[in-house]
């Protein structure tokens, strides 16, 4: 009999916490960054929204963003190629983690 065998690869990735969705005691979503060659911290994604469990995990490794956050000022979209901004919470760059990863491309491949 022949057969084929399916391997699932969960890709993971880390990243730096640079601001939230929700409270800092309910937070619902994490907008990830990574620092640069020249020590900028980058946006680079953000989270799906996180189960209940995950949320207060993480809301007691969150610290409130201090003066001089690196994203101060920054707005971000609410979803891809919309001008609806996201009401954020700057929280201090300091909680790395560990996510799932996958791509997402718009129909000219970036």
Same mark, same amino acid.
């Given at each position: 009999? #022949?057969?084929?065998? #399916?391997? #699932?690869?969960?890709? !993971? ?8 969705? $929700? @409270? ?5 979503? %994490? +907008? +990830?960054? =990574?620092?640069? @060659? $020249?020590?900028? %911290?980058?946006?680079?994604?953000? !989270?799906?929204? +996180? ?9 007691? %490794? %969150?610290?409130?963003? =201090?003066?001089?956050?690196? *994203?101060? $000022? *920054? ?9 609806e901004k996201l009401n954020v919470t700057l929280v201090e760059p300091e909680l790395v983690v560990e996510v799932g990863v996958?791509?997402? =491309?718009?129909?000219? $491949? =970036?």
């Open positions: 009999m #022949k057969g084929w065998q #399916k391997d #699932k690869v969960r890709e !993971t990735s880390e990243a730096i916490v640079g601001t939230i969705t $929700g @409270s800092m005691v309910d937070p619902r979503t %994490l +907008l +990830l960054g =990574r620092y640069d @060659s $020249g020590g900028r %911290l980058q946006y680079v994604g953000r !989270t799906t929204t +996180l189960a209940q469990a995950a949320g207060a995990a993480v809301a007691g %490794l %969150l610290a409130p963003g =201090r003066h001089g956050h690196p *994203w101060a $000022g *920054w707005s971000f979209s609410a979803a891809w190629g919309s001008q996958d791509v997402a =491309r718009d129909a000219s $491949g =970036r």
